[in-house]
């Protein structure tokens, strides 16, 4: 059996190194398994690093095996991320599942995601709340404290509860453990030596000194260039040629594609557009997943072909990853895939077509749809 742990690293910074030292103090010699989000994240950012990058960093601080969350998970909302995330988990044996919390309150984890998946009048407050023009956070959070008494306000807390529902929900055998954190995630401003990736994120854009704030492996793998103009142009290129169409990407609903189009000709970067397009109901981040969704051509079509898991992709691995990969794949009912071929093809056309894109608007010239995973031996990566 394995440990999971489910990350971005955008980018690997001190915290992640806190994180991991404490997994590895939880693990007591088990395999640690790191699901990690690729080239396009959660809340519609691109990876300032690319996933191989942050594979080799991955491994070089001690995780055994790294798989890639596919992007049809790895960019949507926290119940469907952790869909994603946990049903990995589930076809590589893991029995438990260990991640960052601002509260680290399991119980009361749980105690919320059986009301979240039994109680049918919760589902009515939430689709009250919704009606009422609240985005689903606050409708969630508020729904919660009308029947439990307590609020999930906190992003991680967020995600820590629908990973809890989905251990429910999937029946699965994981034992969910947490780690507080030590730093406020919504924090803009560098602080101390554990910092959040927010702050860090701002602080590479404004060509400040990070090297406190992270490892030295980190820096030798980030890019100097603003890719952030680059974005913006390639997505008001899809946005004007597709102006009859935006409604067929996934998450473009209620008519929100009229205020896109209305706010493209009257904003000159990315920020300034998702400002003018949001609303009380669509937050940054929703706006921010949308225009990821649109960017890549991800459509509603598609989410619902790739709405189960239909393969497993590794990134990399070292010798005892490489052992306990060998040791449960002839138990996985569905594709381990390590290098891409004419059979599997087909199954990662949404992830080649995304890596594709990811390199366009990073200028990144690594082959990412001709890498194999990466291999890391008792003393290199190769």
Not at 291 to 320: A, M, P, Q
């Amino acid at each position: 059996m394995a440990v999971g742990i489910i990350c971005e690293y955008n980018p690997f910074h001190n915290g992640h190194l806190y994180h991991l030292n404490k997994v590895k103090e939880l693990a007591n010699g088990e395999e640690i398994i790191l699901i990690l989000g690729g080239n396009f994240l959660q809340r519609g950012n691109l990876s300032i690093i690319n996933k191989y990058d942050k594979t080799k960093i991955a491994l070089e601080y001690g995780i055994n095996l790294v798989v890639e969350l596919p992007f049809q998970y790895a960019t949507q909302s926290s119940d469907l991320f952790a869909k994603g995330a946990i049903s990995i988990l589930k076809k590589l044996k893991c029995n438990k599942l260990i991640f960052g919390s601002e509260s680290a309150n399991i119980e009361l984890f749980k105690q919320l995601a059986k009301i979240q998946l039994n109680d049918k009048e919760y589902n009515k407050r939430i689709k009250r709340y919704l009606k009422d023009g609240l985005n689903y956070p606050t409708a969630l959070s508020r729904a919660l404290k009308d029947f439990s008494n307590f609020t999930i306000i906190e992003p991680n807390d967020i995600l820590a509860l629908s990973y809890i529902k989905e251990i429910i929900s999937q029946n699965v055998d994981i034992v969910p453990l947490a780690i507080k954190r030590t730093n406020n995630y919504h924090d803009t401003e560098l602080n101390n030596e554990i910092s959040s990736a927010t702050s860090i994120r701002k602080a590479i854009k404004e060509l400040k000194d990070i090297k406190n704030y992270v490892p030295n492996i980190t820096l030798e793998y980030l890019k100097k260039e603003n890719w952030e103009n680059n974005y913006f142009n390639f997505l008001k290129y899809k946005i004007i040629t597709e102006k009859n169409n935006l409604n067929k990407y996934q998450t473009v609903d209620e008519g929100i594609e009229n205020r896109i189009l209305k706010g493209i000709y009257n904003s000159n970067n990315l920020e300034e557009l998702i400002n003018i397009v949001k609303t009380k109901r669509y937050t940054y981040n929703k706006i921010n997943r949308m225009f990821t969704h649109i960017l890549c051509s991800f459509t509603k079509e598609e989410v619902k072909k790739n709405k189960e898991l239909k393969y497993i992709r590794i990134l990399g691995f070292d010798n005892i990853g490489k052992k306990y990969l060998n040791s449960i794949k002839r138990e996985c009912n569905i594709p381990i895939i390590t290098n891409i071929k004419k059979e599997n093809i087909d199954l990662l056309s949404l992830e080649l077509k995304c890596d594709s894109i990811y390199n366009l608007v990073m200028n990144d010239n690594t082959e990412l749809f001709k890498q194999k995973p990466i291999i890391k031996n008792d003393t290199n990566l190769i």
